[in-house]
């Protein structure tokens, strides 16, 4: 198994920048792809950005590109996102999830691409 924390979310102005982490643990020789999703309250979880845990290949949402960044440091199975010129409309819970089973890029905008899931940290942005 892998197990996900997120941590680094928090409260911040609008235009204002937060760094999100997610130590990976477990059988993480097995993870394919990371990925971040987050959920604002009353809407659905939706794909934000996501990196290849080996190439380091990305895919970003439309609404993450320009303003959000990912990155990893496999020394110490880390994900992180870099959040940059944060909007009230930013205001979500955000997750880390692990593919372990390579699935087909296709899915990893989707939850069915995961199969290891955080907690979830909150990132709240004030007008």
């Known amino acids: 198994q892998v197990q996900v924390v997120e941590s680094g979310g928090g409260l911040v102005q609008a235009g204002g920048s937060l760094r999100l982490s997610c130590a990976a643990s477990g059988r993480t020789s097995e993870i394919s792809f990371m990925g971040w999703f987050r959920q604002a309250p009353g809407k659905e979880r939706e794909f934000v950005v996501g990196v290849a845990w080996r190439s380091g290949s990305t895919l970003y949402a439309d609404s993450a590109k320009g303003r959000f960044t990912i990155s990893r440091d496999n020394a110490k199975n880390t994900v992180y996102l870099q959040l940059n010129s944060l909007k009230p409309e930013d205001t979500a819970v955000y997750y880390c999830?692990?593919?372990?089973?390579?699935?087909?890029?296709?899915?990893?905008?989707?939850?069915?691409?995961?199969?290891?899931w955080g907690q979830g940290t909150q990132v709240t942005v004030s007008s």
């Open positions: 999830a692990a593919d372990v089973k390579s699935r087909m890029s296709i899915l990893r905008a989707r939850q069915a691409g995961y199969d290891y």
